[in-house]
């Protein structure tokens, strides 16, 4: 379904432009983490960003680029922009943290500010795309972008050969990071599970997976501001995770929160809300095999939220 030359050439598209992300091995939990926080713009998006915009012929990426995003796409897809020299819109929900807003600016983006969620978001920047002939930069709904984020289960699986047979655990809200590293793990290892994780307060993969719908889906506030929002209709990650993936498990905004701590006080690193949902299953004891794969996607945290779940632990 994703064709396994566009894994391998997403692989050497990106070798050197992308950072070769920190693999530590807790061997006291059995744990291999992956730490996509150390990426480029802080997140595992610049992987997929990137790999989809060096793909694009010079006259796509000069009609300029769109896309929406609550926050970690926008900085992957404008520093893709950046590095290629073509203009950029990103279109943003308003309750994105604004941490990653400026950070989106700071690249050199125009910023539109969408009231509503991230579904409107993206319903604006599709419009605004077709409008103006402009080249739209999916967040997961594009083959390229998902083998882009696929990279970050090639090098786990590179740097430890021992995780071709664990079990890996991996966060998903549109799906392209499930998705592109649950294709390469089904092309290159033996996984013993591959599980997706997401918070129960935006459970729209779930429903899709297990139901095949995400009509009834409620959309609450989220610490995981990363994971929130609908699937578009017609998402090319949803028939792959469902051929490529054994679970979606879902986590609570509590459990979510302590996994946040934990990682900060446990293995001294900033993570945020989307990026901790794999961790928040491991310690709430909804996953136990071992050994375990963690993707922690994102470390993109307004400080001041970071700070205030860090306080609670202190008491």
Known sequence: MLPSKWLEEA?????GKVHRTPLTHDAERG?????ENRQ???????????????TLEDWEREMGLVTASAGNHGQG???AAQTLGCPVRVFVPQDAPQVKVDAISALGADVVVIDGGYHDAEEAGLAYA???????VSPYNDGHVVAGQGTCAQEVLQDQPETVTATWIVPVSGGGLLAGVSAVLREQAQPKRVIGVQVATQAYMHGLFYRNTQADVEDLPTLADGLAGAVEDGSITVPLIRKYVDDILLVSEDEVADAVAFAW?????????????????VLSGK??????????????IQPEIHAEILKRYEK
Do not use: C, H
């Open 130 to 136: 077709k409008r103006n002939d402009a080249t739209w």
């Open 11 to 15: 692989s050497q598209r990106l070798d």
């Open 31 to 35: 744990l291999y983490i992956k730490w």
């Open 77 to 79: 897809v404008a520093l």
């Open 287 to 300: 996953i136990s095999a071992r050994p375990s794969v963690i993707v922690v996607s994102g470390g993109n």
């Open 40 to 54: 480029k713009t802080g997140s595992f998006k610049a992987r997929g960003a990137l790999n989809k915009v060096l």
């Open 265 to 281: 006080m446990e293995y001294g690193e900033r993570i945020e809300g989307s990026g901790a949902v794999g961790l928040a299953a």
